[in-house]
């Protein structure tokens, strides 16, 4: 009896002593899950890119004519026709963003937000044509100008102004001090299209430093303009997610850009009109983003 008693006991403390052992889950296979996620991403991407330039070539053998646009100082409502043409069409489709980009300085120090929205939607195609690295761009770009559509909708006429708007958005008690913007905001969406536009000046400036055919010296002279453009302006602020994944798209960056000129003078010419032109814009929306304290430098995903 008494043994049947302790043996009794013993089993009653082995089973409350029972011990579940889950394995740690090892953060290299987490990692790599993201990994391959993000090289599926990369490759819908790029079977977008192809699809798309499919079509243009296929619409370019088609066109008969060329249309050549001038820079100037255009109307509001000449920048909107002209930000709804197709750049593919133009012989010089950069004096055709330039003029995009000039027409959104509103005042001396002010910015038209609608006109904004067009010169980047009209941006979009042209950069598509020089491959499928910069999809990763065109996507973040899209992503921008619904940010700034949100609030920019709630008042139209009013908040063609940036300035006003990015006041609205602050009266409303969305943003806190310190540079932390609300995310999705305009303020927001203004933020990384301003460092979008200025991660292209990086690169076009670098290309215009450069001697004539320098990409025949060096043909990973345009690889290289983008990864130092993107180590100046984009970097400090993407997480490890959003590096890996521009470290992927660097691998399909071509060896020059698309004609998009008569002669190589001429968009050399065209390349330091835009960037001239972007770089004031980006100027006075980086003055009016510090001086509302709308400046977040914290880093994305």
């Not at 740690?24 to 993201?34: D, G, N």
Request: proline share 5%; charged share 20%.
């Amino acid at each position: 009896g008494k043994e049947l008693a302790a043996l009794s006991r013993r089993l009653a403390t082995m089973r409350s002593q029972v011990v579940i052992d889950i394995p740690a889950v090892p953060l290299i296979e987490i990692l790599l899950v993201i990994v391959i996620y993000q090289l599926y991403k990369l490759s819908v991407l790029a079977q977008e890119g192809v699809n798309y330039m499919r079509a243009l070539n296929a619409k370019k053998s088609s066109t008969t004519a060329v249309i050549e646009q001038p820079v100037s100082n255009v109307s509001k409502d000449r920048a909107r026709s002209l930000s709804q043409a197709p750049l593919a069409v133009v012989a010089r489709p950069l004096q055709q963003s330039t003029e995009l980009f000039s027409a959104c300085l509103l005042g001396d120090t002010d910015v038209n937000v609608e006109l904004l929205n067009a010169a980047l939607r009209s941006y979009c195609p042209l950069i598509q044509q020089i491959g499928a690295f910069t999809l990763l761009s065109i996507r973040e770009v899209h992503t921008n100008m619904s940010k700034i559509e949100h609030s920019f909708e709630l008042a139209p006429v009013r908040y063609r102004s940036m300035r006003e708007l990015l006041e609205a958005e602050i009266g409303s008690g969305m943003h806190q001090p310190g540079g932390i913007v609300a995310d999705p905001s305009a303020a927001m969406g203004l933020l990384w299209a301003r460092r979008g536009l200025m991660f292209w000046v990086h690169i076009y400036q670098a290309w215009i430093d450069s001697e004539l055919g320098q990409n025949e010296k060096d043909p990973m002279y345009l690889h290289k303009c983008v990864e130092s453009a993107y180590n100046k302006g984009l970097q400090p602020f993407n997480g490890w997610l959003s590096q890996k994944s521009f470290q992927l798209a660097l691998r399909a960056v071509p060896y020059e850009f698309p004609k998009w000129a008569p002669t190589e003078a001429m968009q050399r010419e065209d390349f330091t009109e835009w960037v001239e032109v972007v770089t004031r814009l980006c100027s006075r929306m980086d003055a009016m983003q510090n001086e509302l304290d709308l400046e977040d430098t914290r880093k994305s995903i």
